[in-house]
Nanobody, 115 residues
Framework: QGQLVESGGGLVQPGGSLRLSCAAS????????MGWYRQAAGKERELVVS????????NYVDSVKGRFTISRDNAKNTVYLQMNSLKPEDTAVYYC????????WGQGTQVTVSS
């Protein structure tokens, strides 16, 4: 499988927004459902949101519904996560991968929500 590189994280105040990007290498990106996962300190990694290969369907965990939006650009082999109305409990390292995960995990991008 290809390499995954996440970016766009940072420190933001509660109620703020961030847009994460994940660049995937390889020619078969568009064949797979993709997901954004997150891992908070001391917790297991969880799937937060996923999108089908051509973006026709998405699924969100209840805790982010209405606040997060996943999208993808198959021409750029990139998947995005727009995060609005961020809460302290969204603090975590965010990763992308196929859904279910098949590729080696990237380094992730840290999102910290704090005042």
């Amino acid at each position: 499988q290809g390499q995954l590189v996440e970016s766009g994280g940072g420190l933001v105040q509660p109620g703020g927004s961030l847009r994460l990007s994940c660049a995937a290498s390889g020619n078969i990106f568009k064949l797979y459902s993709m997901g954004w996962y997150r891992q908070a300190a001391g917790k297991e990694r969880e799937l937060v949101v996923s999108i089908t290969p051509y973006g026709y369907s998405t699924n969100y965990v209840d805790s982010v519904k209405g606040r997060f939006t996943i999208s993808r650009d198959n021409a750029k082999n990139t998947v995005y996560l727009q995060m609005n109305s961020l809460k302290p409990e969204d603090t975590a390292v965010y990763y992308c991968n196929t859904n279910p995960s098949r590729s080696p995990w990237g380094q992730g991008t840290q999102v910290t929500v704090s005042s």
